[in-house]
T-cell receptor, first 115, second 114 residues
């Protein structure tokens, strides 16, 4: 069984400030980890993913995340927030290996950017 | 644009009715996934099909069923609808060699049950 916990249903940062969205997971096997972004009235878009290899993963729009196995975390960061980053962000997990099973999502974090 | 299409965009119906949601995956993708997004439950995986065969089941109610056709499009059938079935239903696809571990999401169908 697996689960995802996103700390903070809402996070507010000033434009230009650091963005940090937290994600912790629980998985009985090594996981694949993902961050998705959802803009209002749209589907989900993949920001970045961790499968194997380098634990620091770079994604689109200047976002990156680091897989820390010892902390079972996969926090999302961006050095400088932009107004266009305002959206809902979802962390997701899938068991390593195999093509079966859907994603298990966290409850999401709403990112608010203050001008 | 993810390349995944879903129809209709919006659907309004009454309790007790049955509806069908349609999804066309990205070209070349063999896997189709269905998800439900609601305020109460968040994003939940419902079911996965791979090349026409059911591959995995999540939190799908018995009143719901799905299938994937030879041309790889998929349909999600929701019957005996209840108010609580009002939600956004997403289809996702994956499977091409380059993006094996990625799921590409469609724009969703918003279902309102009155």
């Amino acid at each position: 069984a697996q689960s995802v916990t996103q700390l903070g249903s809402h996070v507010s940062v000033s434009e230009g400030a650091l963005v940090l969205l937290r994600c912790n997971y629980s998985s009985s096997v090594p996981p694949y980890l993902f961050w998705y972004v959802q803009y209002p009235n749209q589907g989900l878009q993949l920001l970045l993913k961790y499968t194997t290899g380098a634990t620091l993963v770079k994604g689109i729009n200047g976002f990156e995340a680091e897989f820390k196995k010892s902390e079972t975390s996969f926090h999302l960061t961006k050095p400088s927030a932009h107004m266009s980053d305002a959206a809902e962000y979802f962390c997701a997990v899938r068991p390593w290996g195999g093509g079966a099973d859907g994603l298990t999502f966290g409850k999401g974090t709403h990112l608010i950017i203050q001008p | 644009d993810s390349g995944v299409t879903q129809t209709p965009k919006h659907l309004i119906t009454a309790t007790g009715q049955r509806v069908t949601l349609r999804c066309s995956p990205r070209s070349g993708d063999l896997s189709v996934y269905w998800y439900q997004q609601s305020l109460d439950q968040g994003l939940q995986f419902l079911i996965q099909y791979y090349n026409g065969e059911e591959r995995a089941k999540g939190n799908i109610l018995e009143r719901f069923s799905a299938q994937q056709f030879p041309d790889l499009h998929s349909e999600l059938n929701l019957s005996s609808l209840e108010l609580g079935d009002s939600a956004l239903y997403f289809c996702a696809s994956s499977g091409d060699r380059e993006h094996y571990n990625e799921q590409f999401f469609g724009p969703g169908t918003r279902l309102t049950v009155l």
